[in-house]
């Protein structure tokens, strides 16, 4: 007599393994609360897979990074403006050119370039060129030699407190911007700012060369045609 009929199962022996498989590990992809699991690969939690927790509020991070954000340009700013008082003031224990005679060549250059447009010494021809004088020339618009004077030393501030801005683009590569702020304070301390008080080429070259350096550093990074043209133009311009 036939026996009972055997019921034939609707899937292979292959597909019902893997569909216990699959709910194993949909189990084990969950924490006993039913949370998701971080996956892992050799023990290393995938860091896409891992959902942000934070026992505090999102917006609280966003209100310091806004503070953060504003503190960098506020601290520059208040930087820049101490240092040009600064040496605005210490320009003022200077009252007339000392170092000759360098400093009477370039006023007098400045002075027949505001005036004509050539480069003369007490009306006289010269081969000497100097792009300085070029820059300190409209201090020759004030009504007399003194007001000169004080004009062009205020220009030779400006100048050299401009070496600080290509420092702290510079840093801000390589560091964070409070240590960039701190490199452009560093910059804007050096002892060569005495030269403001001056009526020498320094004051025109440290931001030339500063920026050159620059314009050299970005151009070895990635040497692309536009930096290495931009590199040539601040090396050019550094030598006049």
């Known amino acids: 007599m ?31 609360d039913g949370a998701p699991r971080p996956l892992s690969y050799n023990g ?14 999102d917006d609280r991070f966003e209100e310091v990074s806004r503070v953060g954000t504003h503190a960098v340009p506020l601290a520059l700013g208040l930087i820049f403006l101490v240092a040009i008082a600064t040496r605005l003031w210490f320009t003022r224990d200077i009252p007339a050119p000392w170092i000759m005679t360098d400093e009477l060549y370039y006023s007098e250059l400045a002075k027949s ?37 004080t004009a062009m030393k205020a220009i030779n501030v400006g100048l050299m407190t401009l070496a600080a801005v290509p420092v702290y683009f510079w840093a801000r590569r390589v560091a964070s911007p409070m240590h960039a702020v701190v490199a452009t304070a560093l910059t804007l301390a ?27 550093a970005l151009s070895l990074e990635r040497p692309t045609l536009l930096r290495q043209v931009l590199m040539f133009a601040a090396i050019g311009l550094a030598c006049l």
């Open 2 to 32: 036939p026996g009972p009929a055997m019921v034939r199962p609707t899937g292979s022996f292959d597909t019902r393994r893997t569909r216990a498989t699959a709910c194993e590990d949909s189990r084990a992809l969950r924490h006993a």
């Open 44 to 57: 290393a939690v995938l860091a896409e897979e891992v959902a942000p927790r934070s026992e505090f509020a």
């Open 113 to 149: 370039f505001w005036a004509g447009g050539d480069f003369l010494i007490r009306d006289y021809p010269t081969a000497l060129f100097t792009l300085y004088s070029v820059l300190i020339a409209p201090a020759w618009a004030a009504d007399s030699t003194a007001s000169a004077y």
């Open 190 to 216: 050096m002892p060569a700012f005495v030269y403001t008080g001056m009526l020498m080429t320094e004051n025109a070259f440290f931001p030339a060369f500063v920026l050159a350096a620059f314009a050299i």
